[in-house]
């Protein structure tokens, strides 16, 4: 490859048996890095993201390109020999398995992490489960949004006087797919030395709670249930969106010089001698009556204004974007985090790090179905009556 950040993981061959989101956003990653990735999929229709929305590409939805560019794609039927020989054959070639099959399916097909582990003891095994491979909700199927709901994430998000709800990105099944990434590394590395491979496990609910962590450990140790800001933070006041006149702009003033920046900004440098404002701790007591006088100074004022004025004096404020405004802006444009896929017309979102300053390009779309069967010498469909 020309960009040596897409090929620092030449060499590294993984077998992906992933559905949707988070077995195919870790192999995605892997592939976006170099590795060689081939994703098994049911001969009858495929991963199930090819139909998650209208036809976007060869009759598969965007969804599918996101999640599985730059893979390999062979159908193959599992519950047949042929299909459970080609398996043992590609398993084998291959240094990394990923697959978030439902609980049970793997021992039902032969190819749980202890048996596949026992006859290839250098494969890296990654499972992805939605509650778990312990507890007794172990074999339970999940999603993203029941898992956010589960798990205690949705009750933080919001405002105080809104219902749960959950995050707009699939923030579980992505952060899943990341854990993977990281500990198939990680356990790669260790066989360098040791010449074993392993077993990955981690789930949806477990990373829920590891994005939830820092308010679970609040309750664990203080007993201090976690309080709904919106935009806002426990811990900092005022540091959270703000109606201008021309849109919403969020300020952060995490510690007390930076308010007093932001009070003589707004033209009141008495609430510096104010005991009821002086302090980040007095303040937090006294938000109601602090947000009483400032949000209408903020509304008075068009947002560009403020954003000049803020910057300006150093006090950190952002505007709160619409995707399309965000993507406009001069500085997400100079990151170059949209990529163009091989030689297909469109683009991508692409991985969020650069490797002696090359950021990582999209070497390939989403395969068709089938479509790497016959070069890894398989017929067009491996199945019972093959």
């Known amino acids: 490859m020309n960009s040596r950040g897409s090929g620092v993981l030449e060499g590294v061959r993984v077998l992906e048996l992933g559905q949707v989101l988070a077995g195919p956003f870790a192999s995605a990653i892997l592939a976006d890095l170099g590795a060689d990735v081939v994703k098994l999929e049911r001969i009858e229709g495929g991963d199930d993201a090819r139909r998650m929305g209208p036809d976007f590409r060869h009759g598969d939805a965007l969804n599918f390109q996101v999640f599985n560019r730059g893979k390999q794609s062979v159908a193959i039927d599992l519950k047949s020999d042929a299909g459970k020989v080609a398996f043992e054959r590609l398993v084998a070639e291959a240094d990394i398995f990923i697959h978030n099959l439902r609980p049970g399916v793997p021992l039902a097909l032969g190819i749980d992490g202890p048996s596949v582990c026992a006859r290839h003891p250098l494969l890296i095994y990654c499972e992805i489960s939605a509650f778990g491979h312990l507890g007794p909700m172990a074999s339970r199927p999940g999603y993203e949004p029941l898992v956010q709901a589960f798990s205690g994430l949705s009750s933080t998000n919001g405002g105080p006087n809104d219902p749960p709800m959950r995050a707009g990105a699939s923030i579980c099944d992505q952060g899943s797919g990341m854990w993977v990434v990281i500990g198939a590394l990680s356990m790669l590395q260790r066989r360098t030395h040791t010449g074993q491979g392993g077993i990955l496990q981690t789930s949806l609910l477990e990373t829920a709670l590891v994005w939830n962590g820092q308010k679970a450990d609040a309750f664990t140790n203080e007993g201090a249930l976690p309080q709904r800001h919106r935009s806002g933070h426990p811990g900092f006041v005022p540091y ?91 500085q997400v444009r100079a990151l170059g985090m949209l990529s163009p896929v091989g030689d297909d017309d469109f683009s991508l979102t692409t991985l969020p790090l650069t490797i002696d300053g090359e950021r990582p390009r999209l070497k390939a779309g989403a395969p068709r179905l089938g479509a790497h069967n016959e070069i890894h010498g398989l017929p067009a469909f491996i199945s019972q009556n093959t």
Do not use: Y
Not at 291 to 306: D, I, S, V
């Open 240 to 330: 959270e969106a703000f109606d201008t006149a021309d849109g919403p702009l969020l300020i952060c003033c995490g510690n007390d010089r930076l308010f007093s920046k932001l009070a003589v900004e707004v033209g009141h440098p008495e609430w510096l001698n104010d005991e009821r404002f002086s302090t980040n701790r007095a303040r937090l007591s006294n938000k109601a009556a602090l947000f009483e006088q400032l949000e209408p100074l903020m509304a008075a004022t068009a947002r560009t204004e403020w954003i000049a004025r803020f910057e300006s004096a150093g006090v950190p404020c952002a505007p709160v974007h619409t995707v399309p405004e965000a993507l406009a802006h001069p």
